[in-house]
Every structure is written in C-alpha cells, then in structure tokens.
Nanobody, 122 residues
C-alpha cells in the first residue's frame, strides 16, 4: 500500500523551529520529486518547497526562502522540511506529496500524506 506519513508538527513560538518528516511506505521515494504544501483555514493549498528525484535540486516559495530547508534521506525513505524563524503566518496544515517532477500545482501530485498541523503563536 502506497502511503506518505507526515510528522513533526506542533505548537511553536514565533522565531522558533520545527522539522517536519515525510516518510514513505509501499514505494521508494528515490524515484519521485517530493513537494511540501500547506493550507491555512480559508485559504487555498500553496506550494512551500520541492526537491527533485534526479539531481536533488530544490525550490522554495518566496515566503519561506532563507528560512526553510528541504532535504531527503533516501536510505530512510524520508524527506524533511527544516523550518526556522517561524512566523504566525506559517500556521497551516502541512502536507507532503509525490510526483514525477517538482511543480507548484497540487493536482500534478500522485500521492499525498494526511497532513500535520503547524501552529506558530505566542
């Protein structure tokens, strides 16, 4: 059974850090680009970051550039999103998803996790 499972979300104060994990089962992450998306209440799902399968190149939304870092550990079949200098506007449910190539379009992704809540508040 193909499955993506996110973990690592939680409540953090502004300026704090969290590391999200996206673990795959039933398939090998090596062959897929992995994107992180987020969705805040009342807003559309937006792309946050992506890492390609071919050369490990990365992309970031302007809103998180310089604060978030995406990485992958193929041996653990896991992709991470390190989030530093968190802001209240980063509050959202964060999802990871797998696709043939990186894209900011959610409908191009084949597999999705269930999401993990990130809340940035004092």
């Amino acid at each position: 059974q193909v499955q993506l499972v996110e973990s690592g979300g939680g409540l953090v104060q502004p300026g704090g850090s969290l590391r999200l994990s996206c673990a795959a089962s039933g398939f090998t992450l090596d062959y897929y680009a992995i994107g992180w998306f987020r969705q805040a209440p009342g807003k559309e799902r937006e792309g946050v970051s992506c890492i390609s399968s071919s050369d490990g190149s990365t992309a970031y939304a302007d809103s998180v550039k310089g604060r978030f870092t995406i990485s992958r550990d193929n041996a653990k079949n896991t992709v991470y999103l390190q989030m530093n200098s968190l802001k209240p506007e980063d509050t959202a449910v964060y999802y990871c998803a797998a696709s043939d190539m990186c894209s900011w379009l959610p409908n191009l992704y084949d597999y999705w996790g269930q999401g993990t809540q990130v809340t940035v508040s004092s």
